[in-house]
T-cell receptor, first 111, second 112 residues
């Protein structure tokens, strides 16, 4: 079946612009996560959605970052007024039971 | 706060040798410990996981051990092959949550 998909695969933007990153989880998965992975670094947790519960936003690095999940399925991560330090790969994952299934990521480059 | 430490950061082994990667976690309430493999330019994929009600789990050449008292767990790869070369991440779930806290990763290189 279809896995987790993300779009765009690459995004180049200018400093100060807003960007939206999209995640389509595996159908039926109630949990959805966003992570950030800087070059050669680990997986930094950003935000977690579980069903209809309030999201766990404890990993968002600043108020420029926000995310929503509509209808319990697709999620959008928005970064406002992008900065160069926002450049990274943004990974989305959805979970069924224990295992988190990752998407291919969106590589964001802020010039 | 919750923390997972992972060592070593890089590991080079000869093909056929064993590789061991170790992680420690801070929250005694953690009860789920997965390991992910990330090949260059690809997404992380689960290779093995263990829950706190068992001390060891094995899947062919891969095994994970858990010491709850010491709050550490390890990944063991035997008879390594060049295709095992990748970055490996350990993780532990946070207190009363399904959120995973990841270690910083180990870059494993297997030389033929």
């Amino acid at each position: 079946g279809a896995g987790v998909s993300q779009s765009p695969s690459n995004k180049v933007t200018e400093k100060g612009k807003d960007v939206e990153l999209r995640c389509d989880p595996i159908s039926g998965h109630t949990a959805l996560y966003w992570y950030r992975q800087s070059l050669g670094q680990g997986l930094e947790f950003l935000i977690y959605f579980q069903g209809n519960s309030a999201p766990d936003k404890s990993g968002l690095p600043s108020d420029r970052f926000s995310a929503e999940r509509t209808g319990g399925s697709v999620s959008t991560l928005t970064i406002q007024r992008t900065q160069q330090e926002d450049s990274a790969v943004y990974l989305c994952a959805s979970r069924d039971y224990d295992e988190q299934f990752f998407g291919p990521g969106t590589r964001l480059t802020v010039l | 706060g919750e923390n997972v430490e992972q060592h070593p950061s890089t590991l080079s082994v000869q093909e056929g040798d064993s590789a061991v990667i170790k992680c420690t976690y801070s929250d005694s309430a953690s009860n789920y410990f997965p390991w992910y493999k990330q090949e260059l330019g690809k997404r992380p994929q689960l290779i093995i996981d263990i829950r706190s009600n068992v001390g060891e789990k094995k899947d062919q050449r891969i095994a994970v051990t858990l010491n709850k008292t010491a709050k550490h767990f390890s990944l063991h790869i035997t008879e390594t092959q060049p295709e095992d070369s990748a970055v490996y991440f350990c993780a532990a779930n946070g207190r009363n949550t399904d959120k995973l806290i990841f270690g910083t990763g180990t870059r494993l290189q297997v030389f033929p």
